[in-house]
């Protein structure tokens, strides 16, 4: 992660790494995506700011906004969608308010958790993003429920598609 201080001189070491992937990354004809979670949105704008490379963008997973407890996800989407070139749809319940910040969250299937998949869809529509939607379902120990809960995502989200869309 992204150290939360910009004085701490990991901040300073960890600027200058991400300048160099993304080097690499222009020479290839590539972009770098950050993906959301460990930093709030303000703190990954800032970060981005500080790299000055044109090429860095976020990949935006809602869920691990939650997880982490770095903010809310349809906010902190409605501050950094200008950078957003992917995403993920995932979905996660917040911690005990007494362990926001503190304590993780709970992943969940897709529309079972505190995102908001409607609202998000709408945000992600609103802030421009037309991109893929990443189905993201992490289970080690119990690849069939992984599958199951894929599978009900696939249905969440073409069910939200025709409602959204008309189609």
């Known amino acids: 992660f992204v150290p939360h201080d910009a004085n701490d ?21 590539q ?3 950050l993906e959301t979670g460990q930093e709030t949105a303000d703190g990954l704008l800032k970060f981005i700011e500080d790299v000055q490379r044109d090429n860095l963008f976020i990949n935006f997973d809602p869920a691990n906004m ?3 407890g770095t903010g809310d996800p349809i906010e902190a989407l409605k501050k950094v969608g200008h950078l957003v070139r992917s995403i993920h749809c995932k979905d ?8 926001r910040g503190k304590g993780w969250g709970t992943e969940v299937p ?39 809960d894929i599978g009900q995502a696939v249905r969440l989200l073409e069910s939200l598609r025709a409602k959204l869309l008309g189609t």
Do not use: F
């Open 9 to 29: 001189p990991l901040y300073a070491e960890v600027i200058a790494v991400a300048r160099d992937i993304c080097d690499h990354c222009r020479a290839n004809g």
């Open 31 to 33: 972009a770098l995506h």
């Open 66 to 68: 939650i997880l982490y």
């Open 92 to 99: 996660a319940k917040w911690a005990a308010p007494d362990q």
């Open 110 to 148: 897709l529309g079972e958790g505190d995102v908001g998949m409607e609202t998000y869809l709408r945000t992600l529509k609103a802030v421009g993003y037309s991109g893929p939607l990443t189905i993201e379902r992490e289970i080690a120990h119990d690849r069939e429920r992984q599958k199951a």
